[in-house]
């Protein structure tokens, strides 16, 4: 393989790529927007299929229950209020029973959408995780592990300090939240860079230590746990000073986190396309010996590119912190999986920035429509619809994990066929 | 994959073949640092100290236990075994000497209590470790195991509940583990998927699907209370046997077939012609392909069991062990199972060895709380830094099968 020094290696032509990324990337300049939204639609066509064969029966299928769910589902994630200056968002979602007065429901609606928007925040920076890796040929499922390593970096630097200016006191708790998630991705990253352990399986390990350690620090007389409330397992409320500002809505309105999400996204976008890091990480991620044999130095990138998700991953802990939950404790842990959803964000997004983007947005609804809060019980029970939105996820998944194979077919049916039919003519 | 770059720091640790020797000498001084840290005149301080009473020599009795059986899977067994008795050894006395007030008798009483608590938890992994080496011996990486397993713990209630009988339900789980392996086999071996993202797909899928199935079905009153469990195995001849008596001579069905499945498993990997193919498979599938050997056969099959096996494991927690389900109840276990194939270098004793030690650190764990309630959480942390030094070299490396996740494509 004779790459020359001074030019970019491009994924072979022929054959199939090295790796996972060098696949995908063939196949996303193969399908561009097309898959990820067919992907999706089958997913959500068969979560409606398992709601109507659960509430109707195998013969007699409920396909007016899919509907309705889907609607309050919309309803639930506030996206309806987009609309309610041309028109009342009334009439694409179901709220007319509950809501008579067009003012409560875009006022509803505002604070669903809200919700909607903090999780897709949070969603946006754990999927940046997932992806930044992939593009160096990493796979990154230690998101959650390193959230929380953000989390608890942040509740710390959050809870002490009381009384020192808010200019100082939340940039400083997401910087620190921002280096745990970096140190925690990065001891990955220094595995598989020196000795090669697979980054998957010590991501998975490192989840579930710091899954341990947070239930550990916050548990009942643990070094985090709260002074006031000696029974529950749960952490001092973080200072006034490092909470961050929110600029629309009241409680739990959203927060300034979303514009660092945003932030996030463009500086993804601009790492990897405009330094010399960038070019090295995709470099290494398309094929990782025809970079080395090009001069670039594997081992550093692999390091960098796990410590760079880390930091995403630990600023999506901090701004969940410091933007609306302000205290974190043991139940908490146990019943967070943001990280895990990165992970679905950043395939149906394609791993780059304006599908993670986009996804981020599907799955933050999806959650924020499903939740106990916000799915009208009386449409459908939101346990159940938890549960559907795990199974939802998983399609989606398990579809990015397919849709390589029908563009590997669609690619096949323009390349292959020569070379078939020729022992077919010897054989005949 | 790459090959490491920079040599670490520790290279001098890797390159030395007196090693082994070295690391075991290491774990029997460590119990016996444990021991000696209890004994009177050191241990009232520590006690008076501290507060923790049995931590200390239990912490270093682990490690020497972890240190023997790193040494005996790499062919050092005579230092290895004894690294792993000084460590057991170690965690006795010291606990003994911990706590002077508890009489031998009752001693006795706790540390079999301890064996048996052990052997229950270590059985799930037992299933779920050795279901993970038949996959991952033929190529197949499974970070599904958790997944699976849970399909089989709901399944396994779901058939003893809906057809009235244990043997039935664990049938049942049997076939739903193996349905979602074989969801994995199809799209990482037919459609050539990444193994990994089709893992993650199979855990979130087998999560959301067990916890709708169950609110669907079972919804706020839980799992019935009347159900047809897995039985216990009486063995009258040995039930007053000392100590050995109130392990063995009342346990779980499902525990004496997982020490079966070790032992048949050990058999078919290593003495048969099977065995020979799924390791072939695993390590040079093209070679085994030139030879006549169906390279998708044998990782359908290798799959496809590792589901049935993981779902058993499962269904022992559900209908064997707890004897009802919750959503998400196997929480992580398939993980940890995970961790005790690659920390048994995926051969079936190594898992089992690893197996049986975070099931000590499970069982432990849930009765250290009368000492201290934090470092039982703590301790809960083992098996993945264990794991996590493990794959890390600093004491050996764990080197998986090496044609592992890369789909095999014909010509």
């Not at chain 1, 066929?417 to 005949?428: D, M, S």
């Not at chain 2, 009795?61 to 062919?75: D, E, F, K, P």
């Not at chain 2, 003893?160 to 799209?187: M, S, Y």
């Not at chain 2, 190594?350 to 250290?368: D, N, P, Q, V, Y």
Request: hydrophobic share 55%; charged share 10%.
């Amino acid at each position: 393989m004779s790459v020359p020094v001074t030019q970019p290696p491009v994924p072979p032509e022929q054959g199939e790529p090295t790796t996972l990324t060098g696949r995908l990337a063939l196949y996303q300049r193969a399908g561009g927007v097309i898959t990820p939204l067919l992907t999706a639609l089958l997913a959500f066509a068969v979560g409606a299929m398992v709601i109507a064969f659960t509430e109707g029966s195998a013969r007699d299928p409920n396909w007016t229950a899919a509907a309705k769910t889907f609607r309050a589902v919309l309803d639930g994630t506030g996206l309806p209020w987009l609309i309610h200056w041309f028109v009342d968002p009334r009439t694409i979602g179901a709220t007319h029973a509950i809501y008579p007065t067009e003012a409560d429901a875009v006022a509803i609606a505002a604070i669903n959408l809200q919700q909607t928007l903090i999780l897709t925040s949070t969603l946006i920076l754990t999927g940046l995780a997932v992806a930044f890796a992939f593009r160096c040929g990493l796979f990154n499922i230690g998101g959650q592990g390193q959230y929380f390593a953000g989390i608890i970096i942040a509740v710390a630097v959050g809870t002490h300090f009381a009384g020192m200016p808010r200019g100082f006191h939340v940039p400083l708790a997401l910087l620190c939240a921002a280096l745990a998630g970096a140190v925690w991705a990065g001891i990955a990253g220094i595995m598989r860079a020196t000795v090669g352990a697979h980054e998957v399986i010590t991501t998975i390990m490192l989840n579930w230590i710091a899954y341990w350690v947070g239930s550990y620090l916050f548990s009942l007389g643990g070094p985090l746990q709260s002074d006031t409330q000696e029974s529950v397992p749960i952490s001092n409320d973080i200072a006034d000073s490092a909470k961050l500002h929110v600029f629309w809505g009241g409680i739990q309105g959203l927060h300034i986190g979303f514009f660092i999400a945003i932030a996030a996204l463009i500086a993804f976008w601009a790492i990897l396309n405009r330094t010399t890091l960038g070019y090295e990480v995709r470099a290494v991620g398309y094929n990782p010996e025809a970079a080395r044999y090009g001069g670039i130095n594997v081992a550093r990138n692999y390091f960098l590119a796990m410590a760079i998700s880390g930091t995403f991953a630990g600023l999506a802990g901090a701004i969940d912190v410091l933007g609306w939950q302000y205290r974190y404790g043991q139940i908490d842990i146990q019943q967070s999986d943001i990280g895990f959803v990165g992970i679905a964000v950043a395939l149906l997004g394609r791993n780059t920035a304006i599908g993670i983007f986009f996804s981020a947005l599907l799955f933050g609804g999806l959650l924020t429509g499903t939740s106990t809060r916000n799915l009208d019980p009386t449409v459908f029970d939101p346990e159940l619809a938890g549960n559907l939105t795990l199974l939802i996820q998983g399609l989606v998944v398990l579809f990015v994990a397919a849709d390589l194979l029908i563009l590997s077919v669609w690619r096949a049916r323009r390349r292959i066929p020569i070379p078939r039919r020729k022992p077919k003519a010897v054989g005949a | 994959m790459s090959t490491p770059e920079v040599t670490a720091p520790w290279g001098w640790l890797l390159r030395s073949e007196a090693r082994n020797r070295q690391i075991a000498i290491v774990g029997i001084v460590l119990a016996a640092i444990g021991v000696w840290l209890m004994l009177p005149p050191l241990g009232d301080n520590i006690r008076n100290a501290t507060g923790a009473y049995g931590v200390i020599p239990v912490f270093f009795g682990v490690l020497a236990i972890a240190a023997g059986i790193w040494t005996v899977s790499r062919g050092e067994r005579k230092l290895g075994w004894s690294a792993v008795a000084a460590g057991l050894i170690g965690i006795a006395l010291g606990l003994v000497a911990a706590d002077g007030s508890i009489s031998d008798h009752e001693a006795v009483f706790v540390w079999s209590s301890l064996v048996a608590a052990t052997l229950r938890w270590a059985t799930p992994l037992i299933f779920a470790a050795i279901g993970g080496m038949f996959s991952e011996r033929s190529g197949v990486v499974n970070i599904a195991l958790e997944g699976m397993m849970l399909s089989g713990a709901f399944f396994g209630i779901w058939g003893a509940d809906r057809f009235g009988h244990w043997a039935l339900g664990l049938l049942t789980a049997v076939v739903a583990g193996g349905a979602l392996a074989l969801i994995h086999a199809f799209f990482s071996i037919h459609l050539r998927a990444d193994q990994i993202v089709s893992g993650v797909a199979i855990n979130l899928l087998a999560l959301g699907l067990t916890g709708y199935l169950y609110i669907k079905i079972y919804g706020e009153q839980g799992t019935p209370t009347e159900l047809s469990l897995i039985p216990n195995v009486h063995l009258s001849f040995i039930e007053d046997v000392y100590f050995i008596g109130p392990i063995f001579g009342n346990m779980n069905l499902m525990i004496w077939l997982a020490l079966a499945t070790v032992v048949i498993s050990w058999v078919v990997m290593f003495k048969t012609p099977i065995g020979l193919r799924i390791r072939s498979v695993g390590e040079h599938p093209r070679a085994a392909d030139t030879v006549g050997i169906s390279v998708f056969k044998i990782r359908y099959a290798a799959v496809v069991l590792s589901g049935m096996l993981a779902a058993l494991g499962g269904a022992y927690l559900s209908i064997g062990f707890v004897g009802s389900f919750a959503e998400n109840m196997t929480a992580g276990r398939g993980f940890i199972a995970l961790a005790a194939l690659i920390f048994g270098m995926w051969k079936p004793f190594g898992a089992f060895g690893a197996a049986l030690l975070f099931g000590f650190s499970s069982a432990l764990a849930r009765s250290l709380p009368e000492y201290s309630e934090q470092a039982a959480l703590l301790f809960e942390t083992l098996p993945y830094v264990l794991t996590l030094i493990a794959v890390g070299g600093l004491i050996g490396r764990s080197i998986p099968p090496a044609a592992i996740g890369r789909p095999y494509e014909k010509q």
